[in-house]
């Protein structure tokens, strides 16, 4: 039990798992950590928000926001007040083409120091400033108000995390003793590294709040194509078991967890690749799997039309004075009539972002946008999008009153089950 009198709550996100994909493995049986976890809980499929990559997902989940409040764009963006590209990470070769160094800095530390927006709140801090601890491992979004030294000689800066913190090994809040996480990525190094970590903190019992990340999935299921990544998620099922077994095994786990399981985002299958660069030679392009960003000093109403009957593009986004313009089918709507999964909200919020491009470009099924270094996953995975596929989260929660409907209510959900209030900007939660 926390100080609250409530149990303790561990959120598990697994990037890229489709609905499909776990309602299918849970069907066959052949999980039987998550499969405890559905037997004991409360299933839904719920939304995400846009464009649909980790970054922004991730940002949505710990703040309850969508990117008008917490403010990340993309996974690739222009930083108007310092003019320059900021990349977190589409490919190897857009972190060389946007400068290696600079990416690692935007990654590690902007986007929680000075990109994620000031009016939003993180899960960790308000939890914290309730007087209970939280914990993170792994997840990009970790801002919090405690201080920690990196572990390694080439970063000098200490990041600020919720009390009890580990990314990557580049920060650990305590010595556990758990393996480099980046030996060998395609065979799950990094979420055995979660695993160890998480084993850990299980074993000692001393967090209220924990999340456990783990990012292996979704790499997985961009090589192999969405639903196929089965040895990925039995690997996801084994770290969820460590964090069960720590507790001394399912009936003592339970006892002492409720739980809420989702992922970020979804995925669908890619075979074309557009580059958007060639139809905006004049404009600056920021694009990444399946969304993109047009920034221009041009009229965008004129530039959103060259996309009319371009058939790796569903959706153009743009404002014009206070009205909200999807362009779609080459004439133009108001975003309120997008039929996509919570798409009048998703596409407002992605507007209202002060860091999102003049266009934001939601990509047709099937297609991809090229990366700065004209990488894709064409024969894979990729989401970004608006659509449904790329959209649709599994929601799993266990001991919770509130089985979010959304991932901006993840972090909502939380704070009530503590008792803790809401910040302003969030969902009213529909309890059960
Ligand atoms: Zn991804």
Redo the contacts with the bound molecule.
């Keep these: 039990m926390s100080d609250s009198g409530r149990k303790k709550l561990i959120l598990v996100v697994i990037?890229?798992l489709t609905p499909s994909m776990l309602e299918d493995t849970l069907e066959r049986g052949v999980a039987p950590s998550l499969g405890l976890l559905a037997a004991n809980g409360r299933y839904r499929r719920a939304i995400s928000t846009f464009p649909s990559?980790?970054p922004v997902c991730l940002s949505a989940l710990a703040t309850g926001a969508h990117p008008d409040v917490h403010e990340i764009p993309h996974l690739v963006w222009y930083h108007r007040g310092e003019r320059r590209l900021v990349e977190y990470g589409s490919s190897f070769g857009a972190v060389r083409a946007a400068g290696t160094k600079q990416s690692l800095i935007d990654t590690i530390y902007g986007l929680n120091a000075s990109h994620l927006g000031s009016r939003a709140v993180t899960v960790y801090e308000a939890l914290e400033d309730a007087g209970l601890t939280a914990a993170a491992i792994n997840i990009t979004c970790y801002r919090g108000r405690h201080p920690h030294r990196p572990t390694v000689p080439f970063l000098t800066r200490p990041a600020h995390g919720p009390s009890t913190f580990f990314f990557y090994n580049l920060f650990e809040s305590h010595v556990t003793g758990a393996p480099l996480s980046v030996r060998n990525r395609p065979r799950g190094t990094i979420d055995a590294y979660a695993a160890a970590v998480g084993r850990w903190l299980v074993t000692r019992d001393d967090f209220d709040f924990l999340v456990f990340y783990l990012s292996d999935y979704?790499?997985a299921?961009?090589a192999q194509g969405p639903d196929a990544a089965h040895e990925a998620l039995a690997r996801c099922d084994e770290a969820v078991g460590a964090l069960i077994e720590a507790a001394g095994g399912p009936d003592d786990f339970l006892e002492r967890y409720a739980v809420l399981l989702c992922s970020d985002?979804g995925?669908t299958t890619v075979s074309e690749v557009a580059r958007l660069e060639d139809v905006f030679p004049d404009a600056l392009v920021t694009a990444s799997?399946r969304a993109a960003m047009v920034y221009t000093d041009d009229d965008p109403a004129i530039l959103a039309r060259r996309l009319d009957g371009n058939s790796a593009v569903d959706v153009v986004l743009r404002r014009d004075g206070e009205k909200l313009v999807a362009r779609r089918d080459g004439s133009d709507g108001d975003v309120s009539q997008l039929d996509h999964p919570d798409g009048p909200a998703r596409a407002a919020a992605a507007l209202a972002n002060p860091n999102a491009g003049e266009l934001i470009v939601s990509a047709a099924a099937g297609w991809e946008f090229a990366d700065l270094a004209g990488r894709h996953h064409a024969g894979g995975g990729?989401?970004g999008s608006l659509l449904a596929g790329d959209s649709e989260v599994p929601m799993l929660a266990v001991g919770l009153d509130v089985l979010p409907a959304s991932i901006v209510e993840v972090m909502p959900a939380v704070l009530d089950h503590f008792g803790v209030p809401a910040p302003p900007y969030a969902r009213t939660l529909t309890k059960a």
């Design positions: 990037d890229g990559l980790t979704d790499y299921s961009h985002h995925q799997n990729s989401h």
